[in-house]
């Protein structure tokens, strides 16, 4: 059985043809240009087009036949349609954290923090599609009044091949209006915003699926009426993926942004509101934190930062890895806010520390290190509450570099285990669609081939402890109150 697996995620589109005998076949990603994304914000048909586009490149050479199809998108977007469900206005991403003024009015309100945060599992902050809706209600009150439907990026997706208005739970955790108890839209959160629940999706479970439409099957040269399923998150399906819905397993995944997740079978909101808890599937939540800062750290750094050099990820890498560690800058990674363990969507990135003697190799070792700095931040927030993981299975752009791996081995002085599999997501939005349609039968046992193991380097892992130390006083120094 073959599955074409669709990505849209927030920097590329990807689409890839998995074999439950054989694995992965065929992959094709391309990044979005300029006209489509600016990363806080994307063109919902610029996605929608480039998504169709990869799909064609990668059948016209195609001889397996495709069975069906599995989607993943992104958590945290929002997309307002009129009453013909066209777009009118961009899809904003969790990047986008221009609400940040609005949402920290309501933030000074502890007993509002803590209902939002025991309901929902999402804290008040821009990243989240909820507050989104009530900032630009107040900045933009024409653009709220013509909206007649409120949308995701998945969504829409799925409502063009398949014609069905339907939300995934997955994806509608993670909007701040989703009630991780009863995994249903909170009527008590939309009364509280002034959203109507017409104006939402049926919300159906990750494994949902409908069937391709005949004009759409047609172009693209697919059988008429092959299942779709509309699958979940990028981060959800990363778990899925990893072979991590079992107990005790962490995963860490570090692309555009990073994560660390681990997976229960009920809600876990601890009162610190640290962290944050969503929706998987099969009642599963996954209890994690996350930061707004990790790949799109470095892509910053060297197309904007050092605009123009003409060095390679691969010749930064070897300039980072003969630097001074003890005597080296330290980045503070929030170019996009921070979300854990802060929650300060106005948070600023900074260097802290240079020197005249330091160089472009020290500047990239201090933001490869920044952000494993805040993932490790959110690793001891998380792990207060859950415990040491047994496991902790790492992905993402982060396999790229070796040395970026060693470091997270040192930083967090736990062995960490590459997934050796690109696009985890992708793969993750395959197996959920065979289990969907039976051919895996247990979801939770599907267990993916694995990479190299880096065990931490003692010595080393001192001297970053050291450092983390320097980090947490800039950290501590350079932040607000809630």
């Keep these: 059985m ?99 003024p609005t949402v920290a009015k309501y933030r000074q309100d502890e007993e509002l923090w803590n209902w939002v945060y025991n309901k929902t599992g999402c804290a008040i902050h821009s990243i989240y599609p909820l507050w989104k809706i009530i900032h630009l209600k107040q900045q933009e009150p024409d653009l709220f009044k013509n909206a007649c439907y409120i949308t995701s990026q998945l969504q829409y997706v799925f409502e063009q091949l398949t014609g069905e208005r339907v939300e995934s739970k997955t994806i509608a955790s993670g909007t701040g209006m989703f009630n991780i108890h009863t995994l249903e839209w909170d009527e008590d959160i939309l009364k509280f915003a002034g959203i109507s629940p017409s104006m939402l999706c049926e919300l159906k479970e990750a494994t949902y699926s409908a069937p391709l439409k005949d004009s759409m099957a047609e172009y693209l040269g697919l059988k008429k009426g092959i299942p779709v399923v509309i699958g979940g998150a990028d981060g959800a399906l990363n778990q899925v993926g990893a072979g991590a819905l079992k107990a005790g397993i962490m995963t860490l995944s570090v692309g555009t942004s990073g994560a660390l997740r681990l997976a229960y079978d009920k809600p876990v909101l601890p009162e610190t509101t640290s962290t944050w808890c969503y929706y998987s599937l099969n009642n599963k939540r996954l209890a994690g934190a996350a930061t707004s800062g990790a790949g799109n750290c470095l892509e910053w750094f060297i197309k904007k930062a050092h605009k123009g050099s003409g060095l390679s990820y691969n010749q930064l890498n070897e300039m980072a890895a003969k630097v001074d560690v003890q005597n080296a800058p330290v980045f503070l990674p929030f170019l996009y806010g921070e979300r854990n363990p802060g929650w300060q969507d106005s948070r600023e990135a900074s260097f802290m520390g240079i020197r005249g003697h330091h160089e472009i190799g020290d500047l990239y070792h201090a933001v490869l290190e920044g952000v494993l700095f805040n993932l490790y931040q959110c690793y001891q927030a998380l792990t207060k509450i859950t415990g040491e993981p047994k496991e902790i299975r790492i992905s993402g752009g982060i396999e790229n570099s070796p040395l970026w791996l060693q470091m997270a081995a040192d930083i967090f002085r736990r062995d960490v285990v590459t997934s050796g599999i690109q696009h985890m997501s992708t793969i993750g939005a395959a197996a959920l669609t065979l289990n969907a349609l039976g051919e895996i039968t247990d979801i939770e046992e599907y267990e993916p081939g694995h990479g190299e193991k880096y065990t931490p380097n003692k010595d080393t892992s001192e001297i970053y402890q050291g450092r983390y130390q320097k980090y947490l006083d800039y950290y501590k120094r350079t932040g607000n109150q809630r």
């Design 2 to 100: 073959n599955i074409l697996a669709l990505e849209t995620s927030t920097s590329s589109s990807k689409v890839a043809i998995y074999s439950k005998e054989k694995g992965l076949l065929k992959v094709h990603s391309v990044p979005y240009g300029e006209k489509i994304s600016n990363v806080i914000t994307q063109d919902a048909k610029g996605v929608l087009n480039l998504l169709i586009t990869g799909i064609k490149e990668v059948l016209k050479s195609n001889t397996y036949e495709i069975d069906a199809i599995g989607l993943c998108g992104i958590w945290h977007s929002l997309l307002f349609l009129d009453e013909k469900r066209e777009p009118i206005s961009p899809i904003y991403t969790w990047a986008d954290t221009r609400p940040a």
